[in-house]
Nanobody
């Protein structure tokens, strides 16, 4: 069964850190570009970070210097390290895998809630 499963979300105080993980099963992430998105209540889903198969990364301006996307090939998983969290980072976070050779082949995880509040 092909799926992505996120974990690591939760409630954290402003200035705190969380590490999200997205584990793949049924396929190998090495042939997929990986991304993290987030969606806050009443807002559109937003691209947060990307990691290409060549190892290049890109981040939306609001998280640059605070978030880091990385891949662990041994675990077939991608992570999002989030530091210096702010209330505006509160959202459901989703990972997405897009096949390198055919962008019409992609998978989404089910999402994990991140809440930043004192």
């Amino acid at each position: 069964q092909v799926q992505l499963v996120e974990s690591g979300g939760g409630l954290v105080q402003p200035g705190g850190s969380l590490r999200l993980s997205c584990a793949a099963s049924g396929f190998t992430l090495s042939n997929y570009a990986m991304s993290w998105y987030r969606q806050a209540p009443g807002k559109e889903r937003e691209l947060v970070a990307t990691l290409t198969t060549l190892g290049s990364t890109n981040y939306t301006d609001s998280v640059k210097g605070r978030f880091t996307i990385d891949k662990d090939n041994a675990k077939n998983a991608v992570s999002l390290q989030m530091n210096s969290l702010k209330p505006e980072d509160t959202a459901v976070y989703y990972c997405k895998a897009v096949f390198l050779w055919n962008s019409r082949v992609y998978y989404w995880g089910q999402g994990t809630q991140v809440t930043v509040s004192s």
